[in-house]
């Protein structure tokens, strides 16, 4: 087990790592100009721009450019913007919580949804409320963030005044972004769920169960849907990263502080060093939450824990 554990936190820096990497070239060449961003509307010479440039670092070669970023980002230093020579790390330490917070509620809404209707559609197969469960399913995965979240609004900020259109204060202004996240995660768990709960429900050990008299209840929800998770932490996990993505989008719509925001507004300004970190610390977010999701397959299984 401690073996294992210790290959996947070597395998996570590996991934880690090549996030970096990818996250500074990719971005290195994207068009346009930092300085002549940083300057636009002001009248600064082009000896003025050059010496911009070479304070920051833009005019070396691009290996030692990714040289000073690697090395910086060992010691935990992740630059300063360009636009207002802040720290880097304190504005996304600033800001992630209330993505974090984003983020965890829609992804509770999207498991209790999710596992919920992915049960009940496997437990009644073929039944209009199969049918129900798929068409919601369908709903989520196909309807773009964005726009679920306009609707939303539309219906329960516009129409029935229930809950706040925009705004990060008190629970009522995250129930919205909230929904609209987990309404996305929600589809593809009810899929794997109930793919899963279906596969499980025609093995022996269910059959076995059924003769020994117990009820159909704690055999569906004690021990197929326990089996069943196996596949479904997998894409919960991979669903959190999503959402964490999709809190750019919904952070803007709603306009919530947190990183999301952050970053499209370092897209526009181009300023790299604050897109460069906070991709690479979703990245970091991310890893850690599979490696979290991973090791939770043993607890779940024995099956998984005897094999490892």
């Known amino acids: 087990m401690i073996y294992a554990i210790a290959r996947r936190l070597v395998s996570s820096l590996l991934v880690i790592g090549g996030a970096s990497v990818l996250v ?4 290195y060449l994207l068009p346009g100009d930092p300085v002549l961003i940083m300057l636009a509307g ?12 070479h304070q920051l670092g833009l005019d070396q070669p691009v290996i030692r450019q990714f040289l000073v970023y690697a090395e910086n980002l060992l010691r935990g230093d ?22 974090a917070l984003l983020t965890a509620a829609g992804t509770f809404l999207a498991v209790v949804t999710g596992i919920w209707l992915g049960v009940v559609s496997a437990i009644h197969r073929n039944s209009f ?16 963030t964005f726009w679920s979240g306009i609707l939303l609004i539309l219906v329960f900020s516009v129409r029935l005044n229930w809950f706040p259109a925009v705004g990060s204060e008190g629970w009522e202004s995250l129930v919205l972004p909230a ?21 499980v429900m025609n093995e022996p050990f269910i059959t076995t169960l059924r003769s020994k008299g117990l009820s159909e209840r704690v055999v569906m929800y004690r021990h197929a849907l326990r089996s069943a998770l196996i596949p479904a932490l997998t894409m919960i996990g991979i669903q959190i990263g999503e959402l964490m ?9 709603f306009s919530r502080q947190g990183i999301g925001r952050l970053l499209a507004g370092a ?13 690479f610390f979703t990245a970091i977010v991310y890893v850690l939450v599979n490696v979290l999701v991973d090791l939770s397959y043993a607890f779940i299984d024995p099956r998984v824990r005897r094999a490892v």
């Not at 992740?78 to 993505?99: M, R």
């Not at 993505?245 to 719509?253: D, L, N």
């Not at 897209?267 to 991709?279: A, M, R, Y």
């Open 129 to 144: 409320i199969d049918f129900l469960a798929r068409i919601v399913s369908l709903f989520g995965i196909s309807m773009p």
């Open 42 to 53: 002001t009248s600064a010479s082009a000896e003025t721009a050059a010496n911009l440039r």
């Open 179 to 199: 929904a609209a996240l987990g309404l996305v995660g929600s589809g593809f768990i009810v899929r794997m769920v109930r793919s899963s709960m279906l596969e």
């Open 78 to 99: 992740f630059g300063k913007s360009l636009v207002n020579d802040d720290p880097v790390l304190p504005k996304i330490l600033e800001q992630f919580p209330a993505t």
């Open 245 to 253: 993505a999709g809190a750019v989008v919904i952070e803007t719509v």
């Open 24 to 27: 500074f070239f990719i971005l």
């Open 267 to 279: 897209i526009l300004s181009k300023d790299l060093p604050v897109v460069q970190g906070v991709v």
